[in-house]
């Protein structure tokens, strides 16, 4: 991969970055990664296929989670 280095990056912007960072739970590296490809047209997730094919999936599984029982799952060792 190639590597950029920003300078001169204006404070307030390098705030806003860092801010969504930490909300999105991203390193600032990924964070300005993830800013770029919306900004330059990643291509576009189709929602209504990926949801279809969660449920696809889904159904064929031998365990029947509800959606109780993947949150508590999810939050098993959070404090």
Not at 45 to 73: C, F, M, P, Q, V
């Amino acid at each position: 991969m190639a590597t950029i280095t920003l300078k001169n990056i204006p404070e307030q912007l390098h705030k806003k970055i860092k801010q969504r960072a930490v909300q999105h739970h991203r390193s600032l590296n990924s964070e300005i990664i993830s800013c770029l490809e919306r900004a330059l047209g990643s291509s576009p997730i189709d929602t209504e296929a990926l949801i279809t094919r969660a449920r696809d999936l889904r159904s064929k599984l031998s365990i029947r989670l509800t959606n109780r029982d993947i949150t508590l799952l999810k939050n098993q060792g959070r404090p």
